[in-house]
């Protein structure tokens, strides 16, 4: 009786394993079926002569080994067979041929199988936890979670959910305004899981265009509800975003529903994304139009399409360049990857000035293509344009070196001193 209690307390052991463990009882009994089954292949050779049989309603677990019976002196395999004395032992009524099913006490097979059988189990456990955690995440990818920071290094922050499971968030997943403390809530998008040799790593974005969009499905419910569609989002982590909205039913206002009275829905985003700008506009597949829409708050006065190479030359009025750029090249930047088209801002020359200045492409022959390039992005396409504007701006706010920037005045100035 005391082997029997001892085989159910090994049974208990495994079944509060799989309590904190959160496996599910059908798995538990498969497991443990093909672990006592493991464990008997090893010790016998096969397995295929006993029965299994776990029950977690009780709790137990039996084994019954299935022999043939022979004569006493034609034993040749104890596992296999049994004589005809030790099974009439057993009832007396058996033949030779007959079949003896036996319980078998686990306990009685030693410390070492039992060890056996508890290392066995605890790997096979392993694995199902790994693959449960595994497709439950890779079925959460591009959903948000919170979950609790546990530990901060330099290049990334360890973090648990609800579950105890480990979750990653690269440093170059956060957005750089971000800073948190052990114990806080963070909220991110799943964004992938890497399940390199079977160990699964969940990896956490809060810089990716996805975040922003799932965050103002919660903030918006016409966005929700579907009655609003996001059509694209660029963003430039921390800094600033653009997001093309259109609405399916003419009453909804798309842009005016999600920005909210005053701002007040879009502030939320605002807020978790650390006080990123997020200009929303009406999204339509009329590709000139959209484009003059990304460009907002610049007014374009007219542009050029070439669909095949996905490029578009805009010309605007001098004082509506700057606000095209943006601050740092952000707004031309963000309308390029909001349209997925290389956007060229080109100023607009009144006719009367059309012979009176030249457009820096024409120097090319005396200026590299990448410095005119680096110029044309902070917003001066012409030579006048340039030589407007004192040389400490130019080479602050293009970024080149001193006697770059010297060469291209040298090079301007003179065109118009032989003119």
């Known amino acids: 009786m005391a082997k029997k209690q001892e085989t159910i307390n090994l049974v208990d052991t495994f079944a509060d394993f799989k309590e904190n463990k959160h496996i599910d009882r059908t798995t538990l009994v498969s497991v443990l079926e093909e672990s006592f089954r493991s464990v008997i292949a090893k010790m016998f050779g096969t397995d295929e002569n006993y029965d299994v049989i776990v029950n977690p309603d009780k709790g137990d677990c039996e084994i019954w080994r299935n022999r ?8 040749e395999n104890s596992n296999l067979q049994i004589t005809l004395k030790d099974a009439q032992q057993i009832d007396e009524d058996y033949e030779i041929g007959e079949e003896v099913s036996e319980e078998v006490i686990f306990a009685n097979f030693g410390r070492r199988a039992i060890l056996t059988l508890r290392q066995t189990l605890s790997a096979k456990i392993l694995e199902l936890e790994k693959d449960a955690l595994f497709n439950k995440y890779n079925e959460m990818v591009g959903q948000v979670m919170v979950a609790e920071v546990y530990q901060i290094w330099k290049k990334e922050i360890l973090l648990l959910d609800d579950d105890g499971n480990e979750l990653l968030l690269p ?13 806080e809530t963070v909220r991110a998008l799943v964004d992938h899981v890497d399940n390199r040799n079977n160990n699964p790593k969940i990896i956490l974005s809060r810089t990716a265009p996805l975040f922003l969009q799932r965050l103002m499905e919660t903030e918006v419910p016409e966005v929700n509800d579907g009655l609003i569609t996001i059509k694209a989002v660029a963003r430039i982590p921390g800094e600033r975003a653009k997001v093309a909205v259109e609405s399916y039913d003419d009453r ?14 879009i502030h939320g985003v605002v807020h978790e994304l650390r006080n990123e700008s997020i200009d929303v506009i009406n999204y339509t597949s009329n590709i000139q139009l959209f484009i003059q829409r990304a460009l907002s708050p610049a007014h374009v006065s007219s542009l050029r399409i070439n669909e095949e190479e996905r ?20 707004n031309i930047k963000l309308a390029s990857m909001l349209t997925d088209y290389t956007i060229d801002v080109y100023r607009e020359l009144a006719e009367g000035d059309m012979n009176d200045d030249i457009y820096l492409d024409e120097f090319t022959d005396e200026i590299d293509q990448w410095v005119i390039d680096a110029i044309k992005k902070v917003g001066f396409d012409t030579a006048r344009a340039v030589l407007a504007v004192d040389r400490e701006t130019l080479i602050k706010r293009t970024d080149l070196e001193e006697e770059t920037v010297d060469d291209v005045l040298r090079v301007l100035k003179k065109e118009f001193e032989e003119e």
């Open 311 to 330: 490029k578009a030359e805009v010309y605007l009025k001098p004082d509506e360049v700057s606000l095209a750029i943006g601050k740092a090249g952000l």
């Open 252 to 265: 909804v206002d798309a842009v005016g529903a999600c920005v909210g009275i005053k701002g007040s829905r």
């Open 171 to 183: 440093k170059t997943s956060q957005i750089p305004g971000d800073y948190f403390r052990k114990g």
């Open 68 to 75: 043939v019976v022979v004569a006493d002196d034609e034993l």
